[in-house]
């Protein structure tokens, strides 16, 4: 038998399930994400990691991320790759339109996959349950 559950139910349930199986998701954490730049790790001015507490900075469980600008490679211009660029020096603007693309970590496609079943299902409310608890505005899942 098929059951069907709507969009804010099931971001309901998604929550629920996330904060009894990744202990602390409710308090994550966020700043610019780091990239190998070939000279050692270098800020992303292009992507903001979230990590759960307790767990190494750049251990991410997802990322929020410029969808036209970002590279998960960091082929970026060779700008980006000295200093520190200056946005860096702050927390990231998370509500900032660019940052329209969740970048899922392995770990979270795992947890999702193995109980609801394909992105396709759960998605756009895992979108939601983001964009409702950070104040985001996020419209893709890479």
Not at 27 to 53: E, H, K, Q, S, T
Request: proline share 4%; aromatic share 14%.
């Amino acid at each position: 038998m098929e059951y069907i559950i709507d969009e804010s139910k099931l971001t309901n349930v998604i929550l629920k399930y996330l904060n009894q199986t990744l202990d602390g998701f409710d308090d994550m954490d966020y700043n610019w994400a780091d990239f190998n730049c070939g000279w050692g790790v270098c800020c992303d001015i292009y992507a903001v990691g979230f990590v759960l507490p307790g767990r190494e900075h750049d251990d991410y469980l997802f990322k929020l991320v410029d969808g036209e600008n970002y590279d998960n490679n960091g082929n970026y211009p060779e700008e980006l790759m000295g200093e520190l660029p200056e946005p860096c020096y702050d927390l990231p603007d998370i509500t900032e339109s660019r940052f329209d693309t969740l970048w899922l970590g392995e770990e979270l496609i795992d947890e999702l996959v193995d109980m609801f079943g394909g992105m396709d299902v759960w998605g756009k409310s895992f979108l939601n349950l983001v964009n409702q608890k950070y104040g985001t505005t996020a419209s893709n899942i890479g």
